[in-house]
């Protein structure tokens, strides 16, 4: 790994580089990311072999990546009595710095939905256990998403990542308390030019940005990669569209949504 020290301006706060498609050319992937600003990123664990992935890879980057730890819905059908303990464990490290990504995905079901819902519901009893932020996914299953929460947690901040929901969708989350990813689905003309106007209802110390790299290769891109893989220096799109909707600069967005990822997260960075 290159010991250049990247001077921090942005926080991708969700980005899948334990992916397989970054396997061959990571360190580059990252080294790029420094140079484009990003000096801080925090991988998302996905399931209990991601999320230890997720912190070997956290190790080799001290103080400018960090993971969580968690199971996503999609994976929720392979938990066992053994993954909470297992997810404890993990959140024992001093990369790990949230518990998820966990929630419920009612789109797709790949799983069954009582197996989301258990599984949800006890990774939300182990951030309260822990007193750890969750980073949070939801689609199409906001009411029952909403009733777990609002039974299990009782005091650890929550993000909801990726936000791509109505209006009425992120009044009850920020009704909630609850903080808001914004990923380059805001940069897409066919579906998220309704979040230019929602983002602005977000209060700043709210507000996080995030790649979810390699998904979600921003369309607003000039000379996007021909394989469609999105990285995290690329967050600099994200930031453009949001700091337009804002109507604030660049650099004061990148001041802005780094506080709240740094006081979300309790990162340490130095």
Not at 93 to 117: M, T, Y
Request: aromatic share 6%; glycine share 6%.
């Amino acid at each position: 790994m290159s010991t250049t020290e990247p001077i921090a301006e942005v926080v991708d706060i969700g980005v899948n580089l334990a992916h397989r498609s970054f396997h061959a050319d990571r360190d580059k992937v990252i080294q790029q990311a420094y140079a484009a600003g990003v000096g801080t990123m925090v991988i998302t664990g996905t399931s209990v072999a991601g999320s230890e992935e997720g912190v070997r890879i956290a190790r080799e980057y001290p103080r400018h990546i960090f993971a969580t730890a968690g199971v996503h819905p999609h994976d929720s059908r392979h938990c066992t009595q053994e993954t909470i303990p297992e997810l404890s464990r993990l959140a024992t490290h001093k990369e790990v710095v949230a518990i998820g990504e966990c929630g419920l995905d009612f789109n797709r079901d790949f799983s069954p939905r009582p197996d989301q819902e258990r599984w949800f519901e006890a990774q939300v009893g182990l951030a309260e256990e822990l007193q750890m932020p969750l980073f949070l996914h939801e689609r199409d299953a906001r009411e029952r998403f909403c009733q777990i929460l609002a039974t299990t947690r009782k005091r650890v901040p929550a993000v909801i990542h990726c936000f791509t929901g109505t209006r009425e969708d992120l009044e009850t989350y920020l009704n909630m308390g609850l903080h808001i990813g914004i990923t380059g689905w805001i940069c897409d003309e066919r579906r998220g030019t309704h979040l230019r106007e929602l983002v602005k209802k977000i209060p700043l110390n709210r507000l996080m940005i995030e790649t979810d790299a390699p998904f979600l290769l921003p369309r607003s891109m000039p000379n996007r990669p021909k394989d469609g893989r999105n990285e995290p220096a690329f967050l600099s799109h994200v930031l453009q569209t949001v700091a337009n909707c804002l109507g604030k600069t660049p650099a004061e967005a990148a001041v802005a949504t780094t506080k709240t990822a740094h006081e979300f997260f309790g990162l340490v960075t130095n």
